[in-house]
């Protein structure tokens, strides 16, 4: 019986969560392992279906689910040869994240999300899960960022 540990990516939209899912998606099938893809929405950070960021009072867990399950269809297709988890979070990215580390084999973020510190190297939710998850972590580069 294999080991079914999932290997968590965290996704925002932003085109270094994108690369982190790629890369996650490759890791889970080298491995084995089941592949939970979370999104954690909140007051803060809502992400839309179709790439809208404005905060929306209706905003909930079924609206951040339609738009995680666009996002993981554009990105991995219908079959994406690996068991998909999507997982939704009402709470700080951040701190949803590292919740999400407790029991994973591993989990994978963007070095950069939507946040709006464009001058650092690494983003701010990805320092604090390096930081603070209970599980390795991967921060994945986007190809072409400085």
Do not use: W
């Amino acid at each position: 019986m294999s080991d079914q540990t999932p290997i968590v990516v965290g996704i925002d939209g932003s085109a270094g969560s994108r690369a982190a899912l790629r890369v996650a998606a490759e890791e889970a099938r080298a491995h084995g392992k089941p592949l939970r893809a979370v999104l954690v929405h909140g007051y803060l950070n809502q992400r839309h279906p179709g790439g809208a960021t404005t905060f929306d009072p209706k905003y909930d867990d079924r609206t951040a689910r339609a738009a995680l399950d666009e996002m993981l269809a554009a990105e991995l297709g219908a079959s994406p040869g690996v068991e998909v988890q999507p997982v939704v979070v009402s709470d700080l990215a951040a701190r949803g994240l590292i919740a999400q580390s407790d029991g994973a084999h591993m989990i994978v973020v963007g070095a950069r999300g939507l946040g709006g510190f464009s001058g650092l190297l690494i983003g701010s939710v990805s320092q604090q899960v390096v930081l603070h998850a209970k599980c390795p972590v991967l921060v994945v580069k986007q190809r072409g960022a400085s």
